[in-house]
């Protein structure tokens, strides 16, 4: 794998606040799941993911996870990663995760080796906080005028954005995927 490194300096520097950072990147959601817990057992925390062709990897999810550095007692967080072509089915699986207490973390797009290309979700909790539940709902339609007006009904719902990816879905060709949610009581 390719790593390209790029530091950026700026005046006067804080010692108090120094980061780390992993890149994970594979070709196969379980196995970045995987990656993505261990992490999170060390106290990294998800900061992006961005699927692609990389240099020598190919198609791959890759994935930024950060800690901050001289901190004795680290979070520990716990990722579910989703990936399918169907929204209902995303939808569900969302919401399910929700139920367990997992938020919205970021998604992509990543042409995997068995479904083709997929919208990914990548959802998180503190194994340490109280978690706080949300209801999600996912629109997808091939029309910005009527994700403009999905948007506006969602919006009068209590809904708030989340994120965005234009996908080639296997249903419904390249449609815009939004994700939307809402705390209860909204």
Do not use: C
Request: net charge neutral.
């Amino acid at each position: 794998a390719s790593l390209l490194a790029v530091s950026l300096i700026a005046s006067p520097v804080d010692n108090d606040h120094r980061f780390e950072y992993r890149v994970l990147a594979t070709k196969k959601t379980s196995t970045m799941e995987k990656e993505l817990n261990a992490a999170g057992t060390e106290g990294f925390r998800f900061e992006g993911i961005m699927g692609g062709n990389t240099e020598w990897g190919g198609s791959e999810a890759v994935v930024v996870v950060s800690r901050e550095r001289g901190i004795e007692k680290r979070a520990s967080f716990e990722y579910k990663l989703m990936a399918t072509s169907k929204t209902s089915t995303m939808q569900k699986e969302m919401q399910q995760a929700a139920d367990q207490g997992f938020a919205y973390k970021g998604q992509s797009v990543f042409e995997t080796a068995f479904g083709g290309k997929e919208v990914v979700v990548i959802m998180e909790r503190d194994r340490d906080a109280k978690p706080e539940r949300h209801e999600y709902r996912l629109l997808a339609t091939s029309k910005t005028s009527t994700m403009q007006k999905e948007l506006i009904e969602a919006g009068e719902a209590g809904f708030e954005f989340v994120g965005m990816t234009v996908a080639e879905t296997a249903f419904g060709g390249k449609e815009l995927v939004t994700i939307l949610r809402r705390s209860p009581g909204k």
